[in-house]
């Protein structure tokens, strides 16, 4: 079964933890504790891919043991980054965390991590109080080379369940293409060794 670790990070009060237990639950619930950091468990099948699915929701106050982002960024296969759009200071927020993952693309290549990122303009039904306009927010994702969506985690439960998911299928096309560039080491070296030996043992 595949193991996909996802980071939902966003400014305090962007709305993570309710498009977390949103796509997990159905539910949209009002308020939540936000001195407790979660890590969220789920089996869900994708594509008929069995998926072991953890999402990580940070809490926003100061807490010791809490991660640190570089943990965040080394731990996530994935990440959905989530702002309010009615609230710029979010949005800043918002592009200083997309800044960070450019630039530590660990382990996978820029482009690979690039699909696995997904920005999310939340609270779309506030759009009597946006702030941050529709387009500011594709040309961050368009800078970005990352996906991009706005929502509702209060009013859309499809669009939210869309969201997991597209972010969930371009992390595991990410595990199929690091499979196959992955250079199996030991059938090249076997036919390195068959190379040298097979010839010499043929010419005696
Ligand atoms: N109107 C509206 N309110 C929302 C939406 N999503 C979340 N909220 C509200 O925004 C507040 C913060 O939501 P949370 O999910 O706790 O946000 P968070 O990013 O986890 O917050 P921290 O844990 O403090 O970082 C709560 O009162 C939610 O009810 C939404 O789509 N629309």
Known sequence: MAEVKLAVLGGSGAGKSALAVRFLTRRFIGEY?????????????????????????????PQRGKLSLTDELHWADGFIIVYDISDRASFAFAKALLYRIRESHIGGCKKMVESS???????????????????????????????????????????????????????????????????????????????????????V
């Open 117 to 203: 990122v997904f920005l999310v303009g939340n609270k779309q039904d506030l759009c009597h109080m946006r702030e941050v306009g529709w387009d500011e927010g594709q040309k961050l994702a368009t800078d970005n080379k990352c996906q991009f969506c706005e929502l509702s985690a209060a009013e859309h439960y499809q669009e939210v369940v869309a969201m997991f998911m597209k972010v969930l299928r371009n992390i595991t096309s990410n595990f199929k293409a690091k499979e196959k560039r992955r250079p199996s080491g030991s059938k090249s070296m076997a036919k390195l060794i068959n190379n040298v030996f097979g010839k010499r043992r043929k010419s």
């Open 33 to 61: 504790a936000s001195n407790a950091e979660c890590i969220y468990t789920k089996h869900l099948c994708l594509d008929g891919r069995q998926i072991h699915l953890e999402i990580y929701d940070p809490c926003s106050q």
